[in-house]
């Protein structure tokens, strides 16, 4: 119930963005953001004013094919017919693909278990037409396999404040020690993926990784400095951030209880991954190969 005493739903929203045209997920003064534009299709499509909780707040440019948000309504409109008349009121760059009515103690932020987040390189001497938008342009060619070596030093529970984007922009007193239960990169042709797992993520934080990971790949730094960035705590060690067209947030986890059956939500082809681009300008498909 809410503080009037009427009936509410829980209800939890999977959906996908292409970030490009927007100032991050959460709302801000004057500026358009996916949180905007979401609630105010809901809000048509429902007849009721709607405030979401995402499970996390992306930036500007970034994209997203797994972000989870929550929220509560009075409405008695079934999860597909939801899925339906907010898809109807979004632009064509936002989409709802999941829809269910979900336990009451579900908050799309505070209940994930991890966030699984993507960031994608199109390593040639030209860049792509088609991938623009989604990956980071490099031409000099990467040692992946160093830049593994550095990764797997992110695995377990460590203080990531060298790659925090900006200390103020951090709640006062909240901790910067995450933990990181995936880290690897593959490659497929001039498309090189970064994976990565958590429990939660620091602003900018992916973005730092990768942009020193590539410094790495770059032969500016090894792979034991790398290392020696993460223990240092200092964000002026690392290199500067990732551009933030290459990160997707993939995906999130919750507990099995939180969860949704499969069938409740369609099918979403994934963004660019391993296999995903048909024709390389070599004139061939390569094979997948993982770095780990």
Do not use: C
């Amino acid at each position: 119930m809410n503080a009037t005493g009427e009936a509410t739903r829980t209800i939890r929203l999977d959906l996908a963005y292409e970030g490009t045209q927007y100032h991050g997920f959460g709302r801000q003064p004057s500026r358009q953001t996916v949180q905007e534009v979401l609630e105010e299709a809901l809000a048509r499509s429902l007849g009721e004013q709607i405030r979401v909780t995402a499970a996390g707040r992306t930036d500007a440019g970034v994209h997203a094919s797994g972000q989870v948000v929550s929220f509560t309504m009075r409405g008695r409109l079934a999860p597909p017919e939801l899925l339906r008349a907010a898809n109807a009121y979004l632009p064509e760059d936002v989409l709802v693909h999941g829809a269910a009515d979900v336990p009451p103690e579900l908050n799309a932020r505070r209940s994930a278990l991890r966030r699984h987040y993507r960031y994608l390189i199109w390593n040639h001497r030209l860049p792509s037409l088609w991938l623009r938008r989604w990956t980071w342009h490099q031409t000099d060619r990467l040692d992946l396999w160093g830049m593994q070596a550095a990764t797997d030093q992110l695995i377990g529970t460590h203080d990531f404040v060298s790659f925090l984007g900006h200390q103020a922009q951090e709640p006062a007193g909240r901790t910067t020690i995450r933990t990181v239960e995936r880290a690897e990169w593959w490659q497929d042709g001039n498309l090189i993926g970064f994976e990565v797992t958590a429990n939660a993520f620091l602003r900018h934080m992916v973005r730092g990784i990768v942009g020193t990971l590539v410094d790495v790949g770059r032969g500016r730094l090894d792979p034991a400095q790398f290392g020696t960035i993460l223990e240092a705590r200092d964000r002026r060690k690392a290199g500067a951030n990732a551009p933030p067209h290459g990160l997707i947030l993939t995906g999130v986890d919750y507990p099995e209880y939180l969860e949704v059956p499969d069938k409740s939500h369609e099918r979403l082809q994934e963004y660019p991954g391993p296999g995903w681009f048909p024709v390389h300008p070599s004139g061939g498909r390569s094979a997948v190969s993982t770095l780990t």
